[in-house]
């Protein structure tokens, strides 16, 4: 690749765009301002939202920073809403070392990404074409780049997705040849203009020359004529001397037209060669890619079946899981079943029992209220002893009234046997209010 670097073909690619001030070495970039600028090309729209003032970041390696992660915020958000692809888990550039060392490697590394983002945008036909600008050792460090990057794309994005937005490197090789054989169509037309008006020229000038040759022989008539007649007209000579002179300066010129002529027919050779050699590679890389699209399929198709196998294979594994869960579940169902009718056994005994204890209940009850109207019987009965032991109380002062009445009678009786009949009559008395007394 002669004296080329991958730097300087960033370099020379970063120059092909219509920048304020042309870059002349990779240091340059570190500021982001360029990046800025290509990117506004890109899309003006998308990454409108970048600010750069000129010589606010002289000095100033935190605007620097700040601004380059803006940069690189906005690029892969571009990356992820545009292209379908994630930048993510690639290395992102170090904006420290660029912002405070202005380390070469990582402003290569950042301007990798713009460069493959710029031939997957929609502009890629004019970026493509900047690239087939460049000389073939610069062409070739630019594919390298451009195929490392999306090496490390199609690694992080999900291959069983589908790669929609993003071209392969077989696509993105074809581009480049559809672009110079392009390019080669529009210099070969250029030359196949040049060579219709050189051949309109040398047409013209054969005119000239006949017309000359025509005027030659006239005077030659002429001198004849003359030379016959003995006379010599020098005016004449030194005409056809002039025309002769003519003649050999338009017959030098035919000549050297001829060669140009010869030397533009080689070079429109060589253009038709190098075009058809383009399209032959532009073909076969048509045909790698319809086989690489082949192959795509295939394995999409190989994926599926290997991911409807591993799914089977789970769905198998769950259904032996199952018929082991089932088996499981029908050895509890019997142990349940067994003591379902264990639990059922007792449940009658328990239904005799309560059947009893409902019995026993109902005899609790009526012995309860049995006990209660026993109960009521016995205080209404303890209330009549009461009432009799309050009358037999009663009854037993009367009682210990009427014996010490009796005793005082009797001793009255024994004081009335004494006496007359006066004492009877007085005994009658008293026995009289006796009885009314017991009474």
């Known amino acids: 690749m002669n004296n080329e670097t991958l730097e300087s073909s960033i370099l020379k690619w970063v ?22 600028e290509i990117l506004n090309d890109i899309n003006p729209v998308w990454f409108k939202a970048i600010q750069t003032n000129e010589g606010e970041s002289d000095g100033n390696w935190v605007v620097i920073f700040n601004r380059l992660k803006k940069i690189y915020s906005l690029l892969s958000g571009y990356y992820a809403e545009e292209l379908g692809q994630s930048v993510v888990e690639i290395e992102s550039p170090n904006f420290n070392l660029i912002s405070k060392n202005k380390d070469k490697r990582e402003i290569v590394k950042f301007a990798q990404l713009i460069l493959v983002l710029a031939v997957q945008s929609e502009k890629n036909r004019e970026y493509i074409q900047k690239i087939t600008s460049l000389n073939q050792a610069n062409q070739q460090w630019i594919m390298i780049s451009i195929e490392e990057i999306m090496d490390k794309l199609s690694k992080v994005n999900d291959p069983n997705e589908g790669i929609i937005n993003e071209p392969s490197q077989n ?42 040759e025509d005027r030659i022989r006239d005077f030659e008539d002429q001198m004849e004529d003359v030379n016959k007649l003995g006379k010599t007209d020098l005016i004449l000579k030194s005409e056809i001397s002039s025309l002769k002179n003519q003649l050999d300066l338009s017959e030098d010129k035919c000549q050297e037209m001829e060669l140009l002529n010869e030397q533009k027919q080689k070079t429109i050779d060589a253009l038709e060669k190098r075009i058809v050699e383009i399209s ?7 045909i790698l890619k319809d086989k690489m699209d082949e192959f795509d399929h295939m394995k999409n198709r190989l994926n599926a079946t290997e991911e409807t196998a591993a799914r089977y294979k789970r769905k198998l ?43 026993y209940k109902e005899k609790i ?9 026993l109960i009521e019987e016995l205080k209404n009965i303890q209330n009549e002893i009461n009432e009799n032991e309050e009358k037999i109380r009663t009854l037993e002062e009367r009682n210990a009234e009427s014996v010490d009445l009796i005793e005082e009678l009797q001793e009255k009786l024994n004081n009335l046997e004494l006496t007359n009949e006066t004492g009877d009559i007085n005994f009658q008395s008293q026995n009289n209010d006796s009885k009314e007394y017991e009474l």
Do not use: C, H, M
């Open 317 to 359: 594994e769950d259904n032996q899981l199952l018929l082991k869960q089932f088996e499981d579940l029908q050895k509890e169902s019997r142990e349940q079943s067994e003591k379902n009718q264990v639990l059922e056994e007792e449940n009658a005994k328990y239904n005799d029992l309560k059947q009893l204890a409902k019995e």
């Open 280 to 286: 032959k590679q532009a073909e076969e890389a048509g």
């Open 171 to 212: 696509e993105v090789t074809i581009r480049l040849l559809k672009a110079e054989r392009d390019e080669l169509y529009e210099k070969k037309k250029e030359l196949s203009n040049k060579l219709e008006s050189v051949q309109r020229e040398n047409i013209r000038i054969n005119e000239q020359k006949r017309i000359l």
């Open 365 to 373: 009850v009526n012995l309860e209220a049995r006990n209660n109207e």
């Open 15 to 36: 120059n092909t765009f219509e920048l304020k001030n042309p870059v002349k070495t990779i240091e340059e970039l570190y500021d982001g301002v360029v990046f800025n």
